[in-house]
């Protein structure tokens, strides 16, 4: 026999199990012929895998859309990945956003209380942004990868063992289907032999399919441990978000609500809280704002001399009569006679304003 014959009878072959399978499955479906069960355990188990499968798909999904709101780029992402080459590095939100604050403030001046303020936020976000990008690659590796692997790996092969599975139950089927039909005695015997044949491949392929499934298990365990990786990350990157913004809030300073209108004169914010203190120490208002103590401004208020005071938030001038502050930087103050109690007067080089003494700390 040569090898163009033995192709041939094993295409006639399988083109005649095929629709030996094709017409049990049209049978069984029209209520014509019997199915064999699978058992109770095996059918929970293929639940439990299929169950498992749709689940993982869709968290897998949902987190790439949370790590990467924009769907052109999970697109250009995911592009890369199949042609095995590394994804070009973009700007994220935050690292643009911080340019662009970045850039205003260099152009407003950074020695303006305003764009001062634009600097640091703009450095703070691009903080941010980088923590964000550390929380896309942990997450991407520690949490997407394993559920992707599963998905494209150990599910593919669940679904074709079940796949074969389900022929081979066909098969049985079909040849206990055949010899019910038999009539004469050598048939009956053929079909025999064909039924106790089927039902060994069908065992063995239920047993293979069953030690699969009963895997699943530990693929939840795996991924258990993989889910903790992705909110250890997550708790990472808030807490450094936070840091981050705290420590910004420190260098902005709180800015209470102290500005007027054009015609009206502004006024300073005056403590809610007193404390004992000694020299230039500070007390903390009921608004968390850290103000100087009174005790050397009223003694600078009853001196006819000029003090050196260090800044300790950044101001906004109201109107031109004030002088605007950056924090700790250190300036001229002295009294004068009429001025309002919560003010002094400050002076930078040529330039010279009031200021509030809420925002200012004493040099010896």
């Given at each position: 026999?040569?090898?163009?014959?033995?192709?041939?009878?094993?295409?006639?072959?399988?083109?005649?199990?095929?629709?030996?399978?094709?017409?049990q499955?049209?049978?069984?479906?029209?209520?014509q012929?019997?199915?064999?069960?699978?058992?109770?355990?095996?059918?929970?188990?293929?639940?439990?895998?299929?169950c498992?499968?749709?689940?993982?798909?869709?968290?897998?999904?949902?987190?790439?859309?949370?790590?990467?709101?924009?769907?052109?780029?999970?697109?250009?992402?995911?592009?890369?990945?199949?042609?095995?080459?590394?994804?070009?590095?973009?700007?994220?939100?935050?690292?643009?956003?911080?340019?662009?604050?970045?850039?205003?403030?260099?152009?407003?001046?950074?020695?303006?209380?305003?764009?001062?303020?634009?600097?640091?936020c703009?450095?703070?976000?691009?903080?941010?942004?980088?923590?964000?990008?550390?929380?896309i690659?942990?997450?991407?590796?520690?949490?997407?990868?394993?559920?992707?692997?599963?998905?494209?790996?150990?599910?593919?092969?669940?679904?074709?063992?079940?796949?074969l599975?389900?022929?081979?139950?066909?098969?049985?089927?079909a040849a206990?289907?055949?010899?019910?039909?038999a009539?004469?005695?050598?048939?009956?015997?053929?079909?025999?032999?064909?039924?106790?044949?089927t039902?060994?491949?069908?065992?063995?392929?239920?047993?293979?399919?069953?030690?699969?499934?009963?895997?699943?298990?530990?693929?939840?365990?795996?991924?258990?441990r993989?889910?903790?990786?992705?909110?250890?990350?997550?708790?990472?990157?808030?807490?450094?978000?936070?840091?981050?913004?705290?420590?910004?809030?420190?260098?902005?300073?709180?800015?209470?609500?102290?500005?007027?209108?054009?015609?009206?004169?502004?006024?300073?914010?005056?403590?809610?809280?007193?404390?004992?203190?000694?020299?230039?120490?500070?007390?903390?208002?009921?608004?968390?704002l850290?103000?100087?103590?009174?005790?050397?401004?009223?003694?600078?208020?009853?001196?006819?001399?000029?003090?050196?005071?260090?800044?300790l938030?950044?101001y906004?001038?109201?109107?031109?009569?004030?002088?605007?502050?950056?924090?700790?930087?250190?300036?001229?103050?002295?009294?004068?006679?009429?001025?309002d109690s919560?003010?002094?007067?400050?002076?930078?080089?040529?330039?010279?304003?009031?200021?509030?003494?809420?925002?200012?700390e004493?040099?010896?």
């Open positions: 026999m040569n090898i163009m014959d033995f192709n041939v009878k094993k295409l006639a072959a399988d083109a005649g199990t095929f629709l030996s399978r094709a017409v499955f049209t049978e069984e479906k029209l209520g012929a019997e199915k064999t069960e699978l058992d109770a355990h095996l059918e929970n188990l293929l639940s439990k895998a299929e498992t499968k749709i689940w993982t798909e869709k968290i897998m999904k949902q987190t790439e859309v949370l790590l990467q709101p924009n769907p052109n780029a999970r697109i250009e992402e995911f592009v890369y990945e199949k042609l095995d080459r590394k994804a070009p590095s973009r700007i994220n939100n935050p690292e643009l956003l911080g340019q662009y604050m970045i850039d205003a403030g260099t152009e407003f001046g950074p020695g303006t209380a305003y764009g001062n303020a634009l600097i640091k703009g450095e703070t976000q691009k903080r941010i942004g980088t923590a964000d990008r550390e929380l690659q942990t997450s991407a590796l520690n949490f997407l990868t394993p559920l992707r692997n599963f998905i494209e790996g150990d599910y593919k092969t669940i679904a074709k063992e079940r796949k599975l389900q022929n081979k139950r066909l098969d049985l089927d206990k289907t055949r010899l019910k039909k009539k004469a005695a050598e048939t009956r015997a053929s079909s025999e032999q064909e039924l106790r044949i039902q060994s491949e069908f065992d063995r392929q239920a047993e293979i399919t069953r030690l699969l499934l009963e895997g699943i298990s530990s693929t939840h365990a795996h991924h258990l993989c889910l903790n990786d992705f909110v250890e990350a997550q708790m990472t990157y808030y807490a450094q978000c936070y840091q981050y913004m705290l420590d910004l809030q420190k260098q902005l300073g709180s800015f209470p609500s102290n500005y007027c209108n054009n015609n009206q004169t502004s006024v300073a914010p005056a403590p809610s809280a007193s404390s004992n203190v000694i020299g230039s120490s500070a007390l903390t208002s009921t608004s968390g850290v103000i100087t103590s009174p005790s050397n401004l009223i003694d600078l208020k009853e001196c006819s001399g000029s003090r050196k005071a260090r800044v938030y950044d906004d001038a109201a109107n031109s009569s004030e002088l605007s502050l950056l924090a700790d930087e250190v300036i001229t103050v002295f009294s004068v006679v009429g001025m919560d003010w002094l007067m400050g002076e930078r080089g040529n330039q010279k304003g009031r200021v509030p003494i809420t925002y200012l004493l040099l010896n």
